[in-house]
């Protein structure tokens, strides 16, 4: 829709600029037919509005523009219709309609780049309610921040909008990978919670591609961070390497560890304490979350980096079910480097867990295995009491989370595979579901392909 619309304002731009040129107007006449033409861009704007309703954000710059411009020239037509004037001259149209194209595209990235998704279809009946809320961890410093300032976790809830009296649901908290967001994986909590589940989806300040902290302002990515993140690989120095990992992993596992707790505290205590960051719109909807949450039944679930913070979160904590990893490297799991070969953790892995794969990784284990390489997630999987290992053909790393879904343009650009994305979330909602079903709600025994 959005590049339907761009080539609609264009063309009337051109027909604009194209009648300026071949018949050369007074520019009386030719301010007539600029009102004209802004009228029916607005018009052509509007429908879009009208016909796509849900991404109406998307169009309402453009169309701010737009009502500048036809306000402009409504002024200078009313202002100039009885003067005499020369005539307009086409190298100035011209200039005009690139200028206006030009500032049109700019102003439609957010509709070239991003589609109307709002979630795939859920299995479940429980209607999904949302709020949210900062968590101030007064026990740690912010370390990327300059002025001593206490560390903030954003929590977002998603939760169960018809619970009756007494009802409560397990909790599963998530992590987003680097530089990612909280609702990267927004379809995998709606599946949850149709199905009766709590979902906490965490932001890390700094980690995340951008957040909110409680004075309202927006805290964005960490350039060192994102930049040492994406070039990781040329850093040949494992003790270098090791180093960015338990930093990472500090901090993040700090996040969800305090999360847990408060979330913890706030449930037994029936109300949110003085760490709890609440906008007073969202006050009631966090009672209503802290009473329905039944945290002795607890899964931890994340993408990429998310997901090796809530692996190494299952090995330290006893209060966890189960743990899924959608993707990532179990970046805790690295203890040290000896003779410059990596020593990983072999220690039994207690809580259930379940390690999904894109077909690149998934394929290239055994080659690494038959070379002496010591994988982490083949270890923890290996060692665990329960452990499940699955590679889905056709994907890469970002079809693990909704972005491609969101916006093509991203997910190809950060990695998504041949299959389609849509086929592929579908596939781990449903397994998600299953796993969790099994080990955190004791409903059933967990199956699950090695491949899909």
């Known amino acids: 829709m959005g590049f339907f619309a761009w080539i609609i304002l264009a063309i009337l731009e051109i027909a604009l600029a194209g009648r300026t040129c071949r018949k050369k107007p ?31 954000w998307r169009f309402v710059p453009v169309l701010v523009f737009l009502g500048i411009l036809l306000g402009i020239a409504a002024l200078a037509w009313l202002l100039r219709r009885k003067k005499e004037d020369g005539a307009k001259k ?20 957010p509709a070239f780049v991003f589609t109307g998704y709002n979630g795939l279809p859920v299995s479940g009946d429980h209607p999904i309610a949302e709020t949210s809320a900062i968590l101030i961890d007064s026990s740690r410093t912010d370390p990327f921040e300059q002025d001593g300032s206490f560390r903030e ?59 909110m902290d409680t004075k ?60 709890w960051f609440v906008s007073a719109g969202d006050a009631e909807a966090i009672r209503t979350v802290l009473g329905i949450t039944d945290t002795s039944r607890i899964g931890l679930m994340g993408h990429s980096m998310g997901g090796a913070t809530s692996v190494e979160l299952g090995r330290e904590r006893s209060d966890i079910s189960a743990v899924i990893d959608l993707d990532g490297t179990m970046l805790g799991e690295y203890l040290a480097v000896e003779n410059g070969e990596w020593t990983v953790n072999d220690a039994p892995y207690t809580v259930p867990v379940l390690d999904f794969n894109n077909w690149e990784s998934y394929t290239d284990r055994e080659e690494y295995i038959a070379r002496g390489y010591r994988y982490p997630n083949v270890e923890v999987v290996g060692h665990a009491a329960e452990g499940f290992s699955v590679g889905i053909r056709g994907t890469k790393h970002m079809d693990f989370t909704d972005l491609p879904l969101l916006s093509p343009f991203l997910g190809r650009m950060l990695g998504s595979g041949e299959r389609s994305t849509e086929e592929t979330m579908t596939i781990v909602n449903s397994v998600v579901l299953d796993f969790f079903n099994s080990y955190v709600k004791g409903e059933g025994v967990f199956t699950v392909q090695d491949t899909y």
């Open 216 to 275: 309202g302002q927006m805290v964005l990515v960490d350039t060192d961070f994102i930049n040492t993140a994406m070039n990781l690989n040329s850093i040949s120095d494992k003790q270098e390497q090791l180093s960015l990992y338990q930093s990472w992993m500090t901090l993040r596992t700090g996040d969800m560890n305090f999360a847990l707790d408060a979330i913890k505290a706030a449930v037994q205590a029936g109300a949110a304490d003085e760490s």
């Open 90 to 109: 086409p190298a100035a149209a011209v200039a005009s309609c690139v200028l206006c194209i030009l500032v049109f595209c700019l102003l439609l990235i």
């Open 153 to 211: 976790v954003p929590v977002h809830f998603y939760y169960p909008a018809d619970a009756s009296a007494g009802e409560q649901f397990p909790l599963v908290v998530f992590s987003h990978g680097a530089f990612g967001y909280y609702q990267s994986n927004f379809s995998t909590y709606r599946e949850l919670v149709s199905n009766g589940y709590v979902v906490a989806a965490l932001d890390h300040p700094h980690h995340a591609f951008f957040t």
């Open 26 to 56: 007074d520019k009386k006449t030719w301010r007539r037919d600029r009102l004209v033409i802004r009228g029916a861009e607005a018009g052509a704007l509007v429908l879009c509005l009208v016909c796509s309703p849900a991404q109406k």
